[in-house]
């Protein structure tokens, strides 16, 4: 009895050690062979949702025990005050970004709130191993606190609408002016038919 006890309580803890390492491998954005652009390899999310996040990689670094990969880019689109944001990478493609309302970021030295960020800011973020989502540093010491900011799948851009349209210059007085004539051409006619029974 105590045997099978024992193997039950070793398979419990075996069972549970396998799914937390499931769990962390699945929410990792890359592993590392080397420290350096060259030697990240990215998780298949991370490529799916941006196949050119390998070239956009700037830099490795190490900080304490955890790797970032380092990125710059400039801002392409910002939607409705800093609540998406549509990154052009460095050497890569877009990253559409939803920072939370209350995030900022430095520009030129500044901490600067998501919504005033104007199209051609540049920034520079970070994604750690363990996250696949941007991070600003929340001093300019770029050793401190980070502000997560999630990453979306940025959407095809949408074709602008090619449909001719006229100007809508006329009002209804040309309507009326066509009924008039019309009235009028009638009324003619019934008087030269009455003309001629006559």
Not at 91 to 100: A, F
Request: proline share 6%.
């Amino acid at each position: 009895m105590h045997i099978r006890k024992s193997v039950w309580l070793g398979c419990v803890l075996g069972c549970g050690a396998s799914i937390a390492s499931a769990q962390t491998s699945v929410d990792r954005s890359f592993s590392t062979v080397s420290q350096s652009c060259d030697g990240i390899r990215w998780s298949d999310r991370a490529v799916q949702l941006y196949p050119t996040i390998a070239s956009a990689c700037q830099s490795v670094e190490v900080r304490g025990e955890k790797t970032f990969v380092k990125f710059e880019g400039t801002v392409k689109r910002n939607v409705d005050q800093g609540k998406q944001l549509v990154v052009r990478f460095k050497d890569g493609g877009d990253m559409t970004l939803t920072p939370p309302p209350e995030t900022n970021v430095y520009i030129d030295g500044r901490l600067t709130p998501v919504a005033r960020l104007k199209n051609g800011d540049d920034l520079t973020f970070y994604i750690a191993e363990d996250r696949l989502a941007a991070q600003f540093p929340e001093t300019a010491a770029v050793t401190t606190r980070y502000a997560v900011v999630p990453i979306e799948a940025t959407p095809a851009e949408e074709e602008p609408e090619r449909v001719a349209s006229l100007p809508a210059t006329a009002g209804f007085l040309p309507l009326v002016g066509l009924a008039s004539c019309l009235t009028l051409g009638l009324g003619m006619l019934l008087t030269l038919v009455r003309r001629n029974r006559l």
